[in-house]
């Protein structure tokens, strides 16, 4: 009788990380779905749908495997404790500091307000803990490159239970304080993204640098540079952008409410020079602060949202330029165009992104041995 060979099977790797259906995968894929970069296709490249769904099957168990886990919940549920605690202390701490003006605005309204500014940014930061330990787990198990795909959409659906954390959170303290719940339903979105991109981030940190604990390292640093590193440089470099320009006399000047020239003419006769702070060309650098993101998208004008509103306010003026009237001789209207400072964060936080991504997937080319 002739002998028939058992097809041999090495230790499955771990849930997290296993593809799923590998007959689903076409011939010549690696394990993760995605043809083999040893094989030469004659046929012009294959069809990227069964290394898509293999990818997208992948991690939906992933992120089924993770959200059964305790580890999981102590990270979601400990940073989001973490962030409100961060504050209420602050607005415990700088209480004092306010002295009369403390009765404006209530203290529970305060940590709703800045709670609601700091959630993203622990989105993001979680998002960038669980992207590194994903692709981390996968090159431990040995799945061959190109294999990012099913981290980064592990990661974003891990990154989608943390958002509904941080809506539940806001939504019971906007209730308390009387604030607005559109805060906290665009809080719970923008944290939607930051821990997407940011979860890319860390899947591309982990696959760029080599060594676990080394890419730990670089992508806790970009990450908080990220976060609030950008705030730090920018107000650093505020110094660097002063000048002083030549103004000429304004005609027709129409004010905000709070004084600020929003509209006006310029005539030609010189009125001297003046000192200014050119803050629009380093205001890029704080809009990729998620803090900053929410601001801009929470600071629209209505009732309870007089302080986001307030910082939004600012941060426009900042990014559209001086606010010395006709400096060089420089009109402005009510119809001229703003910086669209939230939209120009989200672009150069997603254009990092790519770009990690990208050096990723060459680092990983050029590592592996020729066939």
């Given amino acids: 009788m002739p002998n028939q ?8 790797p771990e849930p997290f990380f296993e593809p799923i259906g590998r007959d689903t995968s076409p011939p010549g894929a690696d394990s993760s779905g995605f043809p083999d970069a040893g094989t030469d296709d004659d046929d012009g490249g294959r069809p990227a749908g069964p290394a898509l769904r293999a990818a997208v099957l992948s991690a939906v168990v992933a992120w089924r495997g993770s959200i059964a886990s305790l580890r999981f919940w102590a990270v979601a549920v400990g940073a989001a404790c973490a962030t409100w605690a961060v504050a209420a202390g602050l607005v415990w701490v700088s209480a004092p500091a306010e002295g009369d003006l403390s009765g404006l605005v209530p203290a529970a309204l305060l940590i709703y307000v800045l ?7 622990a989105a993001a930061l979680v998002g960038m803990h669980w992207g590194m330990a994903c692709q981390l787990r996968r090159a431990s198990t040995g799945e061959p490159h190109p294999g990012y795909l099913a ?15 941080v809506l539940v959170s806001l939504l019971i303290q906007a209730m308390a304080s009387g604030g607005p719940g559109s805060v906290a339903v665009t809080s719970s979105g923008l944290a939607v993204v930051e821990g997407t991109l940011f979860g890319a981030m860390g899947v591309a940190m982990a696959a760029l640098v080599r060594g676990p ?21 920018g107000a650093l470099l505020v110094p660097a952008v002063r000048s002083e320009e030549p103004v000429t006399v304004a005609l027709n000047v129409h004010r905000a409410a709070d004084g600020t020239p929003v509209a006006y003419e310029c005539s030609q006769i010189p009125a001297g020079t003046v000192e200014v702070y050119r803050t629009e060309r380093i205001m890029w650098l704080p809009a990729v602060s998620r803090i900053v993101v929410l601001t ?20 426009q003026a900042a990014a559209d330029g001086p606010r010395v009237p006709c400096v060089n001789g420089e009109p402005r209207s009510t119809d001229s165009p703003r910086t669209p400072l939230a939209a120009a964060g989200l672009l150069l936080q997603a254009g990092l992104t790519g770009a990690l991504l990208g050096g990723a997937h060459v680092a990983a080319s050029r590592r592996r041995p020729p066939a």
Avoid: I
């Avoid at 709670?115 to 940014?121: F, G, I, T």
């Avoid at 801009?296 to 600012?314: F, H, V």
């Fill in 5 to 12: 060979r058992q097809p041999s099977e090495g230790p499955a």
């Fill in 115 to 121: 709670a609601s500014s700091l959630l993203p940014a």
């Fill in 151 to 165: 981290a980064v959409l592990a990661t974003a659906l891990q990154g989608l239970v943390f958002a509904v954390v």
């Fill in 213 to 233: 604990v080394l890419a730990r390292v670089a992508g806790w640093v970009l990450g908080l540079f990220l976060v609030a590193g950008t705030l730090v440089a």
């Fill in 296 to 315: 801009m998208l929470a600071g629209e004008p209505g009732p309870g949202q007089e302080l986001p509103g307030w910082l939004s306010a600012e941060l």
